[in-house]
């Protein structure tokens, strides 16, 4: 690696990666990988988490479990301890998208993305922390969304729960900076994963989305996975309580009229 690479370089470092089975987590998986560090990965579904596991070198760990369970997030996380010997870098990716009706009362649904989206993260914060501490190093990132910074329909609850995690970073980050723990987030745009299959499928999306896109097109999960990259390692020592957004302008898109560049 070139000397001015560097500090991009994860040799060492050991990495927690929710939602890594598939999409934006399992792309940043792969690209924590190849950066150096040895990763655990999260996820429900165990033999997609084996698939992933196998594409990396540095002896990957997987740990399937629901972060919709209350007792989850602490339980990954001493599970990740222990099989790593301390964890560097947490990438809270993991979030549920469902769409609900402008003004819902289906409660199952709401509490779920909420459980998913936030409560599971804070969680996974509060587990890992003590050891950064000790450590006196960490990088925590967290996966915001467009959805936080422009309005989205029927994605209230969504929105509501990527708006939270970024006050949470602002927060957290002011918290354990002295203790040399960064915490940034990323808002990603339109990512071509699962996340947005159905949507793909409906005439005219795909053109709107490039439209909308003042890098027209749609992003891939490894546009976003390499700004976590940036996050994790030392070349953004001196960055936090950030929200970068990694969606090719799309949040800059709309003109005073509305209407896309
Ligand atoms: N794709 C986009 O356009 C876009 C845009 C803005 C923000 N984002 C954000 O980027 C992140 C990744 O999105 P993506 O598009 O890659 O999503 P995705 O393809 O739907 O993948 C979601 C991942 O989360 C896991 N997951 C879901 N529920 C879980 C639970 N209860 N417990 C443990 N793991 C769970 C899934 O695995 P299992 O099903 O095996 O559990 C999967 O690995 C999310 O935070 C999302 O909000 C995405």
């Given at each position: 690696?070139?000397?001015?690479?560097d500090?991009?370089?994860?040799?060492?470092?050991?990495a927690?990666?929710?939602?890594a089975?598939?999409?934006?987590?399992?792309?940043?998986?792969?690209?924590?990988d190849a950066?150096?560090?040895?990763?655990?990965?999260?996820?429900?579904?165990?033999?997609?988490?084996?698939?992933v596991?196998?594409?990396?070198?540095h002896?990957?760990?997987?740990?399937?479990?629901?972060l919709?369970?209350?007792?989850?997030p602490?339980?990954?996380?001493?599970r990740?301890?222990?099989?790593l010997?301390?964890?560097?870098?947490?990438?809270?990716?993991?979030?549920?998208?469902a769409?609900?009706?402008?003004?819902?009362?289906?409660?199952?649904t709401?509490?779920?993305?909420?459980?998913?989206?936030?409560?599971a993260?804070l969680?996974?914060?509060?587990?890992?922390?003590?050891?950064?501490c000790?450590?006196?190093?960490?990088?925590?990132i967290?996966?915001?969304?467009?959805?936080a910074?422009?309005?989205?329909?029927?994605?209230?609850?969504y929105?509501?729960?990527?708006?939270?995690?970024?006050?949470?970073?602002?927060?957290?980050?002011?918290e354990?900076?002295p203790?040399?723990?960064r915490?940034?987030?990323?808002?990603?745009?339109?990512?071509?994963t699962?996340?947005?299959?159905?949507?793909?499928?409906?005439?005219?999306?795909?053109?709107?989305?490039?439209?909308?896109t003042?890098?027209?097109?749609?992003?891939?999960?490894?546009?976003?996975?390499?700004?976590?990259?940036?996050l994790?390692?030392?070349?953004?020592?001196?960055?936090?309580?950030?929200?970068?957004s990694?969606?090719g302008?799309?949040?800059?898109?709309?003109?005073?009229?509305?209407?896309p560049v």
């Amino acid at each position: 690696m070139p000397l001015y690479l560097d500090n991009f370089n994860l040799d060492g470092r050991t990495a927690l990666v929710t939602g890594a089975s598939r999409g934006i987590g399992a792309a940043t998986a792969r690209a924590l990988d190849a950066a150096g560090a040895r990763v655990a990965l999260v996820a429900r579904k165990s033999d997609e988490l084996a698939k992933v596991a196998l594409e990396l070198r540095h002896e990957p760990v997987v740990l399937a479990a629901d972060l919709q369970e209350p007792a989850a997030p602490a339980d990954v996380a001493r599970r990740a301890l222990d099989a790593l010997d301390g964890v560097d870098i947490l990438v809270n990716n993991a979030a549920v998208a469902a769409r609900l009706a402008t003004v819902s009362t289906d409660m199952a649904t709401i509490d779920r993305i909420l459980a998913v989206n936030v409560r599971a993260p804070l969680l996974l914060v509060a587990a890992l922390v003590p050891s950064m501490c000790e450590r006196r190093r960490g990088s925590i990132i967290n996966l915001s969304s467009g959805s936080a910074l422009i309005g989205t329909p029927k994605r209230a609850a969504y929105a509501a729960s990527k708006g939270a995690i970024d006050a949470a970073t602002r927060s957290l980050a002011m918290e354990l900076g002295p203790f040399g723990i960064r915490v940034n987030s990323v808002a990603p745009g339109v990512i071509d994963t699962a996340m947005w299959a159905s949507n793909k499928k409906v005439p005219g999306v795909p053109q709107a989305i490039e439209a909308l896109t003042p890098l027209r097109r749609w992003g891939q999960p490894e546009d976003v996975a390499d700004v976590i990259v940036f996050l994790a390692s030392d070349a953004s020592r001196f960055v936090t309580g950030e929200t970068i957004s990694a969606d090719g302008g799309m949040v800059h898109a709309l003109d005073l009229y509305g209407g896309p560049v």
